[in-house]
């Protein structure tokens, strides 16, 4: 079981950034990802990486703007959010792969088995 915990959401003006962070657990190789939905909207893949930083797909509405990242001494997986945009505001869920089961990809809600509760994010205008 992994217990996923997702802090740094809040409110902020079109241009500027914001750090999302996922503290998870400790010695188990699992990939992380970041998934967003918005109101009326499906939930939609943000950007991943695997358990050794290795491989780290974005979208593509956020390809260049967004950087994800990762601490396995704490262990943490960091979203830096960079010129934001009125679209990107999104409920941000945390996302763990099953320890030591490869997924298929990472862009998939379907690859991931534990999810945290969620972050909002609102950028205005």
């Known amino acids: 079981q992994i217990q996923l915990v997702e802090s740094g959401g809040g409110t902020v003006q079109t241009g500027t950034s914001l750090t999302l962070s996922c503290r998870g657990r400790?010695?188990?190789?699992?990939?992380t990802g970041w998934f967003r939905q918005a109101p009326g909207k499906e939930r939609e893949f943000v950007a991943a990486?695997?358990?050794?930083?290795?491989?780290?797909p974005y979208a593509e509405a956020v390809k260049g703007r967004f950087i994800i990242s990762k601490d396995n001494a704490e262990p943490m997986v960091y979203l830096q959010m960079n010129s934001l945009k009125p679209e990107d505001t999104a409920v941000y869920y945390c996302?763990?792969?099953?320890?030591?089961?490869?997924?298929?990809?990472?862009?998939?809600?379907?690859?991931?088995?534990?999810w945290g509760q969620g972050t909002q994010v609102t950028v205005s205008s």
């Open positions: 400790s010695n188990s190789r699992y990939a």
């Open positions: 990486i695997s358990w050794n930083g290795v491989r780290k």
């Open positions: 996302a763990a792969t099953t320890p030591g089961s490869p997924p298929a990809t990472l862009t998939s809600p379907y690859d991931y088995t534990y």
